[in-house]
């Protein structure tokens, strides 16, 4: 799960995390009032939407008087913004965050996250804040610095100390670097956080380190046991087919293809993905049933997927083990008759009832093809969706 950013320093300040002072706003007059609050020479106005690049997307600007703060957050508020990670579509902006404005004399970059390679917890500082840290792996790769922490032993002072004198910090900054960063291992550890980064992490003009900018995601299997994190989700942000998915308990990802996936397992769904992809195809969605999946869950399934108007043709993709096969294939039949599902539709499936399954969609009428193996299955979805399109 994702948040905001203005949600994310909330929590940085609770740690004891160094953030600039602001406040939020959905209207431009209260970006004015809170510019006016702030009372600073310079406030910046950012946009609050989940997604990087927002500076260069015209999402970030500056403001040297609140009425200026009210202009600029008039001309963000209702954008539809587009950068790199928000996809061709955008991302609409409801709020800004008036935050003040800070003496910058250096941006770096700091982020926590889990090495899963190594089985240990991995800081991974650069000397080049404000990039995103993949294209400065590439490009400068003796400009990223990674130390690993065993989760046995925790954090301990000589890992800051490492990375501060690293980054070039002098030894009063060192000391705070300290402070800093066992802030946010703790807020990772005890937040169930999967990542926490801070891009840029600045030293101002007067030596102090503060998180100019700041990402969070929580792991979603530990929301149970984070009531307070659940309560900063954004629907507004999330697809809307993804929202969806939660509600009825399906693991639903969108992606950019042609050819829609119903499947029962996390591995059957990413391999199912994988010979799409191998066979020539382009996968439309992640789309898993789960092992309980019944006859309702089975047309449920069906409607998230065919909301996606790039769907040519689906893969029903069913291992039985907990759910039976006869169970979902008379879901099938049920979905595919009641919604009129007219694309082109491959389905395969294999343990438990599979027979008895296989004879239910034989009898059903129904204009689909059987396949026995996986490869088989993928060949024979790329062709139709192919077809479908007239490539």
């Given at each position: 799960?994702?948040?905001?950013?203005?949600?994310?320093?909330?929590?940085?300040?609770?740690?004891?995390?160094?953030?600039?002072?602001?406040?939020?706003?959905?209207?431009?007059?209260?970006?004015?009032?809170?510019?006016?609050?702030?009372?600073?020479?310079?406030?910046?106005?950012?946009?609050?939407?989940?997604?990087?690049?927002?500076?260069?997307?015209?999402?970030?600007?500056?403001?040297?008087?609140?009425?200026?703060?009210?202009?600029?957050?008039?001309?963000?508020?209702?954008?539809?913004?587009?950068?790199?990670?928000?996809?061709?579509?955008?991302?609409?902006?409801?709020?800004?965050?008036?935050?003040?404005?800070?003496?910058?004399?250096?941006?770096?970059?700091?982020?926590?996250?889990?090495?899963r390679a190594a089985e240990k917890?991995?800081?991974?500082?650069s000397t080049e804040g404000g990039?995103?840290?993949?294209?400065?792996?590439?490009?400068?790769?003796?400009?990223?610095?990674?130390?690993?922490?065993?989760?046995?032993?925790?954090?301990?002072?000589?890992?800051?100390?490492?990375?501060?004198?690293?980054?070039?910090?002098?030894?009063?900054?060192?000391?705070?670097?300290?402070?800093?960063?066992?802030?946010?291992?703790?807020?990772?550890?005890?937040?169930?956080?999967?990542?926490?980064?801070?891009?840029?992490?600045?030293?101002?003009?007067?030596?102090?380190?503060?998180?100019?900018?700041?990402?969070?995601?929580?792991?979603?299997?530990?929301?149970?046991?984070?009531?307070?994190?659940?309560?900063?989700?954004?629907?507004?942000?999330?697809?809307?087919?993804?929202?969806?998915?939660?509600?009825?308990?399906?693991?639903?990802?969108?992606?950019?293809?042609?050819?829609?996936?119903?499947?029962?397992?996390?591995?059957?769904?990413?391999?199912?993905?994988?010979?799409?992809?191998?066979?020539?195809?382009?996968?439309?969605?992640?789309?898993?049933?789960?092992?309980?999946?019944?006859?309702?869950?089975?047309?449920?399934?069906?409607?998230?997927?065919?909301?996606?108007?790039?769907?040519?043709?689906?893969?029903?993709?069913?291992?039985?083990?907990?759910?039976?096969?006869?169970?979902?294939?008379?879901?099938?039949?049920?979905?595919?008759?009641?919604?009129?599902?007219?694309?082109?539709?491959?389905?395969?499936?294999?343990?438990?009832?599979?027979?008895?399954?296989?004879?239910?969609?034989?009898?059903?009428?129904?204009?689909?093809?059987?396949?026995?193996?996986?490869?088989?299955?993928?060949?024979?979805?790329?062709?139709a969706a192919r077809a479908a399109?007239?490539?």
């Amino acid at each position: 799960m994702n948040i905001h950013e203005y949600q994310a320093k909330a929590l940085l300040r609770a740690y004891g995390v160094g953030v600039p002072e602001g406040k939020l706003a959905t209207t431009p007059a209260e970006a004015e009032v809170a510019a006016r609050a702030l009372d600073c020479d310079v406030v910046v106005v950012k946009a609050q939407v989940h997604a990087g690049g927002r500076g260069k997307a015209g999402g970030i600007k500056l403001a040297r008087s609140a009425a200026e703060a009210k202009k600029v957050a008039s001309e963000i508020l209702g954008m539809t913004l587009h950068s790199h990670q928000t996809g061709p579509e955008g991302k609409i902006v409801h709020k800004v965050y008036v935050e003040a404005g800070s003496d910058i004399a250096r941006e770096l970059y700091l982020a926590i996250l889990l090495d899963r390679a190594a089985e240990k917890f991995a800081l991974i500082a650069s000397t080049e804040g404000g990039m995103e840290i993949e294209e400065v792996a590439e490009r400068a790769p003796e400009k990223v610095l990674t130390v690993h922490v065993d989760p046995a032993l925790g954090l301990q002072p000589f890992h800051a100390r490492r990375i501060g004198f690293w980054l070039g910090l002098d030894p009063a900054q060192v000391k705070k670097f300290e402070v800093f960063l066992s802030g946010l291992f703790r807020l990772y550890l005890e937040r169930d956080a999967s990542l926490v980064e801070i891009n840029p992490l600045v030293v101002t003009e007067q030596g102090e380190l503060l998180a100019l900018d700041a990402k969070l995601n929580f792991d979603d299997n530990a929301l149970y046991r984070q009531a307070e994190i659940r309560d900063l989700r954004d629907p507004e942000e999330e697809d809307p087919r993804e929202r969806e998915a939660k509600e009825i308990d399906l693991a639903y990802v969108g992606l950019e293809g042609d050819i829609g996936c119903m499947v029962n397992g996390a591995g059957l769904a990413m391999a199912t993905l994988d010979m799409i992809q191998l066979s020539g195809g382009r996968p439309a969605n992640f789309l898993d049933a789960g092992g309980g999946a019944d006859k309702e869950k089975v047309k449920q399934a069906f409607k998230l997927i065919l909301r996606d108007p790039a769907v040519r043709a689906i893969l029903v993709n069913i291992f039985g083990g907990i759910v039976r096969c006869d169970l979902i294939a008379e879901g099938v039949v049920a979905a595919a008759s009641e919604l009129g599902v007219k694309v082109p539709l491959v389905v395969r499936l294999q343990g438990t009832n599979a027979r008895e399954g296989r004879e239910i969609l034989a009898k059903s009428g129904l204009n689909l093809t059987p396949a026995e193996t996986l490869a088989e299955a993928a060949e024979k979805i790329v062709t139709a969706a192919r077809a479908a399109t007239g490539s």
